[in-house]
């Protein structure tokens, strides 16, 4: 609970910025889709290009390419809601985490020309416990992150141990200072980067991770030194 009073009222404006900041950003990060969605209609509309099937199929597609991503934002905020409220069920399965990590970081190399991920791994198979959806999803946002915002050099790598395994994840980028590392995890933190509206999105990825991390029993952290690393420790196959 916030006491609020003439002479301290700094929870309060921190509160209302941060709930500024969001729906500033919120509204930006919609308005972009929604612009480009109309555009399209508009251009098959006014343009009579609907006897132009190459044009009509290139506006469709863009259209929904952007409805893709306007559901993927809703998705993430109903997400976060529910991982507030305690009432995510996660639907487990005992599965290869090499074999995931290997696909999801060479979809990755497939995406990028201008960085360079590796992977290496102490075991050949390494089985753990985890809803593979939300799991995934987790390591994804900090491998996306890491090509976004990090250096050009990245690498994964898991250690098998005894009872749990580690997931490392690294990039030589120098940016990230001590004070946003310690922040990086909270709801709606982002990295600032001058105007506001250059930082993208809603600043929910790695607090859905950090979320998804301690739900499978496990834990997360990141370190700064030469680079960026984030460890995930989690609990071997049951």
Same mark, same amino acid.
């Given at each position: ?8 009222? %700094? ?45 009509? %199929?290139?506006? /469709?597609?863009? &259209? ?25 069920? /996660? ?15 060479? %979809? ?21 416990? !985890? ?37 490392? !994840? &690294? ?6 200072? %001590? ?5 990086i995890f909270d709801k709606f933190y982002r990295v600032p980067k001058g105007n506001t509206h250059d930082v993208k999105g809603f600043g929910i990825g790695l607090y859905y991770t950090k979320k998804i991390i301690e739900k499978h029993?496990?834990? !997360?952290?990141? &370190? ?15």
């Open positions: 609970m916030f006491i609020l009073s003439a002479k301290n009222n %700094k929870p309060t404006k921190k509160i209302a910025e941060v709930k500024n900041d969001l729906i500033n950003n919120i509204t930006h990060e919609f308005k972009t889709p929604i612009a480009t969605i109309g555009v399209a209609l508009e251009s098959i509309k006014d343009f009579n290009i609907i006897d132009d099937k190459e044009k009509t %199929k290139k506006y /469709l597609n863009l &259209s929904s390419s952007q409805l893709g991503k306007l559901n993927t934002m809703v998705e993430k905020l109903l997400e976060t809601a529910t991982l507030d409220s305690g009432n995510l069920d /996660l639907n487990r399965d005992t599965i290869d985490l090499v074999a995931l990590v290997s696909l999801l970081v060479e %979809k990755h190399q497939m995406q990028t020309n201008s960085k360079t991920l590796t992977f290496n791994t102490s075991a050949a198979e390494t089985r753990i416990y !985890i809803d593979v959806f939300h799991f995934e999803n987790a390591i994804n946002n900090i491998v996306d992150n890491a090509i976004k915002y990090g250096g050009d050099d990245i690498s994964i790598s898991i250690n098998k141990k005894n009872k749990t395994t580690e997931i490392l !994840i &690294s990039d030589n980028g120098k940016t990230l200072t %001590k004070q946003e590392a310690a922040q029993n496990g834990n !997360i952290s990141v &370190s700064i030194s030469n680079g960026t690393t984030f460890k995930i420790t989690i609990p071997n196959e049951r």
